[in-house]
Each structure stands twice: as structure tokens, then as C-alpha cells.
């Protein structure tokens, strides 16, 4: 089983950036589909960008496209998402989750059942 482990949020004025990461164990990440989800106090767990596992092709919510920016580290066996031009509509407990599958890209991808304990992003002033 994947397991996951998310961090970098914390606190950030409007306008400002944070990078979370997205650390795996037990699993090369490099052979899932990787997406950031978000989910809101009162709100639904949404979709925000997802990095495919063949070519590295990428997608993003419309509320986060041309600000947010999905990327892997083989290497580090790690997902990145760059946020930038932060507003306080962003603010939400940040997840990552693998595809349930291998070897897909974004437009299959399944979210598993459990979800980690999610990173904490608070835009304000």
C-alpha cells in the first residue's frame, strides 16, 4: 500500500507562496498518478491538479490554473505543489493520494479509500 505524507502549509499573508510536498514510503511514486485535493471547513474534498504517471502530463482546478504548479522529484520520490499568488479562498487542509491503479494518467485517476493526515494552508492578513 502507498502511504503518503504531506507537508510545508502554515500560515501565509494574501499574495504570498508555500510549497507543499508530497513524501512516499513503501511505494516508487513515480509509477502513480499523484493528485492534490483540498478540502474547505463546511466544503466538499475538491480536486486541485494531478501529475500523471506516463508522461508527466498535468491538470489543475480552474480556480488554480496560472498559480499553481504540480511536480515530481524522482529522486526524492516526491510531489510538489507550488502555490503562488495565494488567496484566502485557498485556505483548506491540503491531501496528495496516489491513483489506485499504476501506470495511468489523470484522466483514470481513482483516489484510495484512506487519506493521510493532510497539511494545513491559511491565507490571510
Known amino acids: 500500500q502507498v502511504h503518503l505524507v504531506e507537508s510545508g502549509g502554515g500560515l501565509v499573508q494574501p499574495g504570498g507562496s508555500l510549497r507543499l510536498s508530497c513524501a512516499a514510503s513503501?511505494?516508487?511514486?513515480?509509477?502513480?498518478?499523484i493528485a492534490w485535493f483540498r478540502q474547505a471547513p463546511g466544503k466538499e474534498r475538491e480536486e486541485v491538479s494531478c501529475i500523471g504517471s506516463l508522461d508527466g502530463s498535468t491538470t489543475y482546478a480552474d480556480s488554480v490554473k496560472g498559480r499553481f504548479t504540480i511536480s515530481r522529484s524522482n529522486d526524492k520520490n516526491t510531489v510538489y505543489l507550488q502555490m503562488n499568488s495565494l488567496k484566502p479562498e485557498d485556505t483548506a487542509v491540503y491531501y496528495c493520494?496516489?491513483?489506485?491503479?499504476?501506470?495511468?494518467?489523470?484522466?483514470?485517476?481513482?483516489?484510495?479509500?484512506?487519506w493521510g493526515q493532510g497539511t494545513q494552508v491559511t491565507v490571510s492578513s
Open positions: 513503501g511505494a516508487t511514486l513515480s509509477y502513480y498518478a
Open positions: 493520494a496516489p491513483d489506485v491503479l499504476e501506470g495511468r494518467n489523470c484522466g483514470g485517476f481513482t483516489a484510495p479509500a484512506i
